[in-house]
């Protein structure tokens, strides 16, 4: 087998890094559902990303047992394969009803659905080298639709001006991923492999110097107090000039009658706060889909 050939020792050497990097690289959200074990509650996270990383997944290991010299690449989707199923079964057990709903259906549309139709047209009427590059190409364009996912993010960073929902470890470890699976499908001279590793090592680059130049960014707590501080002074109650306050009550005017107006405007303008509040506070962490060999 190719993997073992000495003839290719640098082969072993990028594919066991890559499986090393790529199990960081799972393990990632593990804090994200830790939080959602001990709170019970989602709190708004989406499980799309796991989903597709599972589909993900499992197109690379059916690609790579087709393919039959990628031991390294099957071992690694194996193992996120797990992970992501241990994931969306967590995700399913404290979600609501709808997001239980819309991820049963994400999960019967991609994998009952999908991954199904791709293994049995290429199962069945292809074979051979033909089934391969057929698999492997459509892997190619998965990984590349997943690799436009974390541009949301990159453009949020740009937009805000803060790296709060794009955290360095993650971004540099998503680019040594992308460095040893490019490395491995060169050497193993597999396109499909190395082809989407080009774009997620520049889209890796670019998150890491939008780090540098954003890293010094206000934190989020600061952009909470300048909401408070635009809602109360938006709001200022002036004084009534003593000679208003005897005029209306010159024209019969009872001038206490204000006060509930402004108790209601204070009650509507607490509501707006909290809602704001909520945005600020509740946004989930933006996880990237992963993906690995094209991550």
Known sequence: MALFDLHHPWLLVFGVLGNVISILVFLAPVPAFRRICKEKSTMGYQSVPYVVALFSSMLWMYYAFIKKNAILLVSINSFGCIVETIYITIFILYASKESRRQTVRLLVLLIGGLYTLIFLITLFPLNGVLRVQVVGWICVSVAVGVFAAPLSIVFQVVRTKSVEFMPFTLSFFLTLSAIMWFGYGLLLKDLCIALPNVLGFFLGMIQMLLYGIYRNAKPAVDLEKKVCEH?????????????????????????????????????????????????????????????????
Not at 263 to 289: H, I
């Open 231 to 295: 809602v109360i002074n938006s709001e200022q109650i002036h004084p009534l000039d003593s000679e208003d306050v005897n005029s209306n009550d010159e024209q019969g005017i009872n001038s206490p009658a204000v006060v509930p107006v402004l108790v209601a405007n204070n009650n509507d303008n607490e509501e707006r706060l909290g809602d704001q509040l909520a945005q600020v506070n509740l946004q989930p962490l933006q996880t990237p889909v992963l993906v690995v060999c094209a991550a």
